[in-house]
């Protein structure tokens, strides 16, 4: 969608979006199972959805992780880089409850909106690009599988799940891997100091650098207990 890739690249505010979100997901989020309300309103779940899943394409450094990981840059690379930051938002989000799943759901909509209309600016031919969507997608699912098991999993568990999904299997520099398992369980320390509701409503989330220049600046809030619910 074109409105989405102009908010992306900042030519419009978000503000600007709220016409068009009321149609993108059709389940509302305001009625709970017995018809109890949830916290906030549709609307405002999915501009809060946009926001972060554009805080993961604009305030994260794809140079860096070009650099230190020694990926090459390309779409593919991006895809992959994308994925795992979307990948830490949908971990911090299953935490509040049927809303927070809900805002999951539109978050991963966004994000294949985005890539959809990344491939048609490339010029991807039409049919190769659908092919690679789906592609993407089963990676995608593979992905958040593995490392919701590596998060769950001690470090050895976390870098086995990195070196499969991110690096490709192709990781032969276990600095890269150790890199990458702190970069992880930092953030997602990070997101979990976050408070919940301001999360609902805003969507804003900032990343913790690649490398610290100050490691003692890193929040060490208590660590949370994660559940097949999500709760």
Known sequence: ???L???????????QWVPVCSWLVPLSPTQGRWGR?????SQKIKIAALRMYTSCVKKTDFEEFFLRCQMPDTFNSWFLITLLHVWMCLVRMKQEGRTGKYMCR????????????????????????KKNMMIMTNNFYAAILGYDEGLLSDDHGLAAAL????FNQKCEDPRQLELLVEYVRKQIQYLDSMNGEDLLLTG???WRPLV????????????????????
């Open 1 to 3: 969608m074109a409105l």
């Open 5 to 15: 890739v102009r908010v992306l690249r900042n030519q419009i505010s978000i503000s």
């Open 37 to 41: 309300p949830l916290f906030g309103t």
């Open 106 to 129: 539109i978050i991963v909509h966004f994000m294949w909106e985005d890539v959809e209309q990344r491939g048609r600016v490339m010029g991807v031919n039409p049919y190769i690009l």
């Open 163 to 166: 070196w499969r999904m991110f």
């Open 204 to 206: 804003e989330v900032s």
């Open 212 to 231: 610290e220049k100050d490691p003692q600046s890193v929040l060490k809030p208590r660590s949370p207990i994660y559940n097949d619910e999500g709760l």
